[in-house]
Nanobody
Framework: QVQLQESGPGLVKPSQTLFLACTVS??????????WAWIRQPPGKGLEWMGV???????YYSPSLKSRTSIARDTSKNQFTLQLLSVTPEDTAVYYC??????????????????WGQGTQVTVSS
């Protein structure tokens, strides 16, 4: 019913800002679920939960990324976005957006989500 698709630049230079968008397709769009999350997986590492936004706009962030991370909604475009400031090569990862009906703080198990995007590779390099 609902599909998620990440989009954004595949290459970002160090110190720049990363912007990604997750487009929600379906009859209800981004209102189909309560929480919309961003999760990433650096090469050779496990999944890292970054944060989440509810359909009302409330946000929750990973403590380790909170100072650099902003998640927002754009209901007119059926999108929610990720902004990551001052990126470094450590931010190189596959970035996923995902949707769930309940909030489980820090959840990285894909089975806990109702929908999951295919992911987009982001490389931070000069």
């Amino acid at each position: 019913q609902v599909q998620l698709q990440e989009s954004g630049p595949g290459l970002v230079k160090p110190s720049q800002t990363l912007f990604l968008a997750c487009t929600v397709s379906g009859a209800s769009g981004p209102t189909a679920f309560y929480y919309w999350a961003w999760i990433r997986q650096p090469p050779g590492k496990g999944l890292e939960w970054m944060g989440v936004i509810s359909y009302t706009g409330s946000t929750y962030y990973s403590p380790s990324l909170k100072s650099r991370t902003s998640i927002a909604r754009d209901t007119s475009k059926n999108q929610f976005t990720l902004q990551l400031l001052s990126v470094t090569p450590e931010d190189t990862a596959v970035y996923y957006c995902a949707a769930s009906k309940t909030l489980i703080l820090g959840a990285t198990n894909k089975n806990l989500y109702n929908d999951w995007g295919q992911g987009t590779q982001v490389t931070v390099s000069s």
